[in-house]
């Protein structure tokens, strides 16, 4: 069992079921490592299908307040987790990836604050996703159901409830995290004092749509992808999973960055007009197409990128402006300036429709990928919002 610093106990780990032979998700033989972990029993999901014995796992830092007024909910986006904070190591592939603004005496202080993390449903790092055991004691993979960001939102509902958390201080997410940051504050305006939305937005464009769906093509075209059930071949769609990663990280960046970087440089002494040399910004994304297979799952990429691309929190509300202008939250948006994948005039939808919403432009040549960096003006936006 695990403790929280709450004092509430949360269930140990699912285990013991046999681990996929071909899979960068997290396993039980693996320890929990910092996560803690929800039982959720079944979700309704909005597609009316319902996903059966649901957990979420999470990580917390910093004390509950004695009337649970204190909470923060951090969200992840893509390919992150909940190790917001801390080293890596066996049961956790990477450091923590926001290391710069949560913690003591940071924006998310944790000697303030109580800060949750869950790893979002469908991923692979604890939660309910396609590399989980089904009923059978098999992994999920082609049976898996779609989700939707508002499914998602549901699962984390479900969390802070089974925890006793009916009020929340700050929602605040970037990129996917972002999206379902946007989705909280409309789903569930009266529960959320403030929420901060960084590089994200309230529906998915054409284009981002456009790339999603390049991956998912990559991924689906592996061989080793077996439609989805993969897990006992030796090799299953790494391959494929790393085109999509070279695709996604070239999104996350900006032509200037890699040109400054890189240029048409070799890697090293190789050559890459003659023999099998290779360009440095190749060789670059290799890495990082090798580094994210072998933490990561397929089938959680493309359930989460199929997630992104039907993000829209005016479906079924009556359009954009009158789903947003159910947020009555405390509300500061963060756009960067050269973000091609989120650009600031798409960011900018939910500042036009969201009364009295603040709004920061971030300068920054890297792109996407800003958010999770330093960044004094995000740091400062993010301080102002909670002392508010």
């Known amino acids: 069992m695990t403790l929280l610093s709450s004092g509430r106990v949360t269930p140990s780990p699912p285990g013991d079921e046999r681990r996929p032979a071909v899979s960068g998700a997290w396993h039980p033989e693996l320890g929990p490592g910092e996560r803690q972990f929800q039982l959720l029993g079944d979700l309704q999901l909005e597609s009316g299908t319902v996903l059966p014995e649901v957990t979420l796992a999470y990580e917390s830092w910093g004390q509950l307040s004695p009337d649970a007024s204190n909470v923060i909910l951090v969200l992840h986006a893509l390919t992150g987790d909940s190790h917001v904070r801390g080293p890596a190591g066996p049961a956790h592939p990477s450091p923590g990836w926001w290391e710069s603004v949560v913690g003591p005496g940071l924006p998310l202080d944790t000697d303030r604050y109580f800060v949750i993390a869950p790893n979002v449903l469908g991923g692979c790092q604890g939660s309910t996703g396609p590399s989980s055991p089904a009923p059978d004691g098999t992994p999920w993979g082609s049976r898996f159901p779609r989700l939707t960001v508002r499914d998602q939102v549901a699962a984390e509902h479900a969390l802070l409830g089974a925890l006793g958390i009916n009020s929340l201080a700050l929602v605040v997410?970037?990129?996917?995290?972002?999206?379902?940051?946007?989705?909280?504050?409309?789903?569930?305006?009266?529960?959320?004092?403030?929420?901060?939305?960084?590089?994200?937005?309230?529906?998915?464009?054409?284009?981002?749509?456009?790339?999603?769906?390049?991956?998912?093509?990559?991924?689906?075209?592996?061989?080793?992808?077996?439609?989805g059930n993969y897990y006992e071949d030796p090799e299953g769609p790494r391959a494929g999973l790393g085109i999509a990663r070279r695709i996604a990280h070239t999104t996350y960046r900006t032509a200037s960055e890699l040109e400054e970087r890189f240029g048409n440089r070799g890697q090293g002494d190789e050559d890459p007009v003659?023999?099998?040399?290779?360009h440095q910004v190749t060789s670059y994304l290799d890495h990082h197409a090798g580094k994210l297979s072998r933490r990561f799952d397929a089938n959680s990429y493309l359930i989460l990128a199929q997630a992104m691309n039907t993000h829209d929190v005016g479906r079924g509300r009556g359009g954009l402006p009158a789903a947003l202008a159910r947020?009555?939250?405390?509300?500061?948006?963060?756009?960067?300036?050269?973000?091609?994948?989120?650009?600031?005039?798409?960011?900018?939808?939910?500042?036009?429709?969201?009364?009295?919403?603040?709004?920061?432009?971030?300068?920054?040549?890297?792109?996407?990928?800003?958010?999770?960096?330093?960044?004094?003006?995000?740091?400062?936006?993010?301080s102002a919002l909670l002392s508010e």
């Open 173 to 227: 997410g970037g990129s996917m995290g972002g999206m379902r940051a946007v989705e909280w504050g409309v789903s569930h305006p009266g529960m959320i004092q403030r929420l901060a939305v960084i590089a994200a937005s309230a529906r998915a464009s054409a284009d981002q749509i456009a790339w999603n769906s390049a991956q998912i093509a990559a991924i689906r075209s592996d061989p080793g992808f077996h439609g």
């Open 327 to 382: 947020i009555s939250a405390r509300t500061l948006v963060i756009a960067i300036d050269s973000d091609r994948l989120f650009p600031p005039a798409l960011v900018s939808e939910i500042v036009e429709h969201v009364p009295a919403a603040q709004e920061i432009l971030l300068h920054s040549p890297i792109g996407h990928d800003a958010f999770l960096l330093e960044h004094p003006d995000m740091a400062e936006g993010l």
């Open 274 to 278: 003659l023999g099998d040399g290779r």
